[in-house]
């Protein structure tokens, strides 16, 4: 399997559009309106696993979504909205299919499990997973739940693992998926342009993070009126 930097830094705007524009599916199967108060966002997996550069399981375009991704976390967190982290973890009792899958567990003593440091998990609420999907097994569904969430925002790592089975399991428990096509990122381009054709078939409206961003300073603007 072939690793690339297709987001980075200075092209990851551009990128994104592009993709989107390829695509043409951003508002044609788009079931109601993004609404901020209604939402909570999922961030996935953004352990140094995944963001070290000496890790094997590095991918080169996570640090070009990183800012967006804590731009996101920062204004969620200033407008008192739920953010949840994912971090994943395995033993050798829950791993399943991962461990036939993958060379090796990312397991709780491993160096690079931890969520990066240029994230603040305490700013919101931490769930382990030890499967793709983040609503297995975990409080995740229950969490929402709670906080009357009706919109998910999915942002994190791998787009095509991770990220799209999230996003899956969000549409079928009947929360509204919104899908950030610069705030995902996985190992090459191929996977990441697949991930977005099939989600936004189906199961997602595409996304970026300016237009959350935008809509979540908007609940601002309207309260000064």
């Not at 709780?108 to 793709?132: C, F, M, N, V, W």
């Not at 787009?159 to 950030?180: D, K, M, N, Q």
């Amino acid at each position: 399997m072939d690793k690339e930097r297709y987001f980075t830094p200075e092209n990851i705007e551009s990128a994104a559009l592009q993709m989107i524009a390829e695509l043409g599916m951003r508002e044609e199967h788009r079931a109601s309106p993004f609404e901020p108060k209604r939402s909570a966002l999922l961030v996935l997996d953004m352990q140094d696993y995944f963001l070290d550069p000496a890790s094997h399981a590095f991918i080169p375009s996570a640090p070009a979504i990183l800012p967006h991704i804590c731009e996101l976390t920062q204004a969620y967190i200033a407008h008192e909205l739920p953010v949840i982290f994912s971090r994943h973890l395995n033993t050798d009792q829950n791993a399943g299919q991962m461990a036939v899958w993958w060379r090796d567990l990312l397991t709780a003593d491993h160096p690079h499990s931890a969520i990066t440091s240029q994230l603040d998990p305490a700013s919101g609420i931490l769930i382990e997973k030890s499967q793709y999907d983040a609503f297995f097994d975990t409080s995740l569904e229950e969490d929402l739940r709670t906080r009357h969430v009706e919109q998910v925002v999915v942002c994190g790592v791998m787009t095509h693992l991770c990220c799209e089975s999230t996003a899956r399991s969000a549409f079928v428990r009947g929360f509204e998926v919104f899908f950030l096509v610069d705030g995902t990122a996985t190992y090459n381009q191929a996977f990441h342009r697949a991930t977005l054709l099939n989600l936004s078939h189906g199961f997602a409206t595409l996304m970026l993070t300016k237009d959350v961003l935008a809509s979540l300073a908007s609940i601002e603007d309207r309260s000064r009126a």
